[in-house]
């Protein structure tokens, strides 16, 4: 049972266009969600969060929104540069207390950005 | 800072050899610590989580454990590897929400 679902696997877009990665869950217990960058070899590194009490966070070409009611989330990268290119996860956590933070993620998508 | 290290980067065992991955974090201390696994096409698959010195719980069936001897060590382990042991390990640890990441290693089983 998939809990967080990534459905492209793959998504290619110009230079200077926007990205707009989809993530779609279906525990209503998680309250954030997290997005993570991936190089290949390396760990994931994080990039954007939010929380199920906002709809829409920005940090620099990063903006990440929330629409509680489907369940759903998305990335978007705007503009999008060729170092974007790299598999984008998304997380949910439904540990906003207690101990222990475990992440779900999804499958993945990768982006790639074409000069 | 906060640092976490994971080794081996790379490994190449045979079928039915053992296995020990090491992870350290380093800068903060009691922190939750976890092993995920990303098999070729998949995700990012929870395979433990610890809590504390000697916590350890699993989340899925599998041919591997791991153990925390020490506050800021976690050890993914195998007594005898299958050829679906191969994967991308990584250790992370968190304090608060969200995940931070070791740079992985990539186990093949041969």
């Known amino acids: 049972d998939q809990q967080v679902k990534q459905n492209s696997p793959s998504l290619s877009v110009q230079e200077g266009r926007i990205s707009i990665l989809n993530c779609d869950y279906t525990?209503?217990?998680?309250?954030?969600f997290l997005w993570y960058k991936k190089y290949p070899a390396e760990g994931p590194t994080f990039l954007i969060s939010?929380?199920?009490?906002?709809d829409k966070n920005e940090d620099g070409r990063f903006t990440v929104f929330l629409n509680k009611s489907a369940k759903h989330l998305s990335l978007h990268i705007v503009p999008s540069q060729p170092g974007d290119s790299a598999v984008y996860f998304c997380?949910?956590?439904?540990?906003?207390?207690?101990?222990?933070?475990?992440?779900?993620f999804g499958k993945g998508t990768l982006l790639t950005v074409n000069p | 800072s906060q640092t976490i290290h994971q080794w081996p980067a790379t490994l190449v065992q045979p079928v039915g050899s053992p296995l020990s991955l090491e992870c350290t974090v380093e800068?903060?201390?009691?922190?939750?610590l976890y092993w995920y696994r990303q098999a070729a096409g998949r995700g990012l698959q929870l395979l433990f989580y610890?809590?504390?010195?000697?916590?350890i719980s699993s989340e899925v069936p599998q041919n591997l454990s791991a153990s925390r001897p020490q506050d800021r060590q976690f050890i993914l382990s195998s007594k005898k590897l299958l050829l679906s042991d191969s994967g991308f390990y990584l250790c992370?640890?968190?304090?608060?929400?969200?995940?931070?990441f070791g740079q992985g290693t990539r186990l093949t089983v041969v």
């Open positions: 939010i929380s199920s009490i906002k």
């Open positions: 525990n209503s217990m998680f309250d954030y």
């Open positions: 800068g903060t201390s009691n922190p939750n």
């Open positions: 610890s809590v504390g010195i000697g916590q």
């Open positions: 992370a640890w968190t304090r608060r929400l969200g995940a931070f």
């Open positions: 997380a949910a956590s439904g540990g906003s207390g207690g101990s222990n933070y475990k992440l779900t």
